[in-house]
């Protein structure tokens, strides 16, 4: 059993609402209009907390800082005059790369992926074990019909398998408190990328974990069953799904009331963008336990970019044609980071002379995430997806066609966000 520092229950930490959005905005130019989607959904009385989080892998591939992320998040808080609370996420980061973030985020994902499966040391594992007797044996938790069933191997096995990521998450985090101070921040641990999805008892075993290792987080983000391809829906059985996400939801229940972990601890959605197939069950799982989420939308930002370009016509169209091209050209090199989390069917892209033939109705209608439209195509929007360093490289020229054709844009961003991500989610 594990209890908060005194000091973080004095200080007023800092708490995440039970429903939250991760925005992603690469080129830092469309804070505002994804604002402007938590506002509306505010006006029809559902609060939604912005959390901005761009990737330290984000910021190396374009070439920028985390200050320029939260100068944008602050301006468009100003000019649009959001009262509530909304966050900076230093999204995947880990002992090597988190001191660029430290100073301007207050919301930290914890990204343990790595040091899955890695050895733990066998007294710590056997320690766990000897401390935790109720994790062995038939454990039945409330809202789960069938109770999980686990022997004293299974449990050690697990633990063996997770206990050296939750150390490091442990390390990572006692790192972040010695700079910003105990709930100064909101600690998120994510372990999505990974090849094996984590189970609800697997779950349980984990949070256990994290609380004897002391770290108060608010969201957790396990691998999901299923396909999570960036931008696109999602590919795997949503019944399935649907079960594990409630068993999930019932787990933290759990785990907050025996291992004393922060009461508003939520399941974390990454690749959460355009994942439609599964928003119902996951909008009818938080209305069934109460509970909330955060859904990670990073990447659906820039896409949303290009559409306004291409839709805009004229330059902006013409900008849109070339990263396609170039995307093309250099499609090993831009797969290669996000290989775990993409499926192009490349034999399905049109070649690039197809595509400079195109008019704006073309190439809007293959890049929006439009399931019904014969044009739409989940191939072409994979590729520009991880071809936002084709954009970095255009420098200013790309810059300026945000400006220039700022309303195009930003109406395609805030009605991406509001009406096929918050809508069927929360509203
Ligand atoms: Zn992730």
């Not at 100064?184 to 994510?190: A, G, L, M, T």
């Not at 290792?213 to 299923?226: L, N, R």
């Amino acid at each position: 059993m594990w209890d908060f520092p005194s000091t973080l229950m004095s200080s007023q930490p800092l708490v995440i609402g039970k429903f939250s959005l991760g925005m992603g905005d690469r080129f830092a130019h469309e804070a505002e209009a994804q604002l402007a989607a938590c506002i509306a959904a505010q006006k029809l009385g559902v609060e939604i907390v912005p959390v901005w989080n761009k990737s330290n892998r984000e910021h190396n591939i374009i070439g920028s800082e985390p200050t320029s992320t939260r100068a944008a998040a602050d301006a468009a808080v100003k000019a649009l005059g959001w009262t509530a609370p909304y966050f900076l996420d230093a999204d995947h980061i880990g002992l090597k790369t988190v001191d660029r973030f430290v100073g301007v985020s207050d919301f930290f994902t914890i990204d343990v992926a790595d040091f899955i499966a890695q050895p733990a040391d066998p007294a710590a594992v056997k320690g766990f074990v000897d401390r935790h007797p109720e994790l062995v044996g038939t454990i039945t938790l409330a809202g789960i019909d069938r109770p999980f069933t686990t022997t004293r191997a299974d449990v050690e096995r697990t633990a063996a398998k997770f206990l050296l990521a939750v150390q490091e998450a442990g390390k990572v985090y006692r790192h972040i408190v010695s700079v910003k101070g105990v709930g100064r921040f909101v600690p998120e641990i994510s372990m999505d990328e990974t090849d094996n999805p984590q189970t609800p008892p697997e779950l349980l075993i984990i949070l256990a974990a994290i609380a004897d290792e002391g770290v108060p987080i608010q969201t957790i983000a396990p691998k999901f069953t299923g396909r999570f391809n960036k931008g696109v829906d999602y590919v795997g059985d949503v019944a399935q799904f649907e079960r594990e996400f409630n068993d999930d939801l019932c787990v933290i229940a759990h785990a907050v009331k025996q291992y004393g972990l922060p009461a508003n601890l939520k399941l974390s959605v990454h690749s959460g963008s355009d994942k439609f197939s599964i928003y119902p069950a996951i909008r009818r799982a938080l209305a069934k336990h109460g509970a909330g989420v955060h859904v990670k939308t990073a990447g659906t930002n820039w896409l949303e970019e290009c559409i306004g370009l291409a839709e805009a016509g004229g330059e902006g169209l013409v900008i849109a044609k070339e990263i396609y091209a170039e995307a093309h050209a250099h499609m090993d090199e831009l797969c290669l980071p996000y290989a775990t989390v993409i499926d192009i069917d490349r034999s399905k892209l049109p070649s690039v002379t197809e595509v400079n033939g195109w008019t704006s109705v073309q190439y809007v209608g293959a890049l929006r995430h439009d399931q019904k439209n014969p044009l739409y195509n989940a191939n072409i929007r994979q590729l520009i997806h991880v071809g936002f360093k084709v954009a970095a490289k255009m420098g200013p020229r790309y810059l300026n066609a945000l400006k220039t054709y700022r309303a195009d844009c930003a109406r395609n961003v805030t009605g991406n966000l509001f009406d096929r991500h918050i809508k069927p989610l929360f509203l």
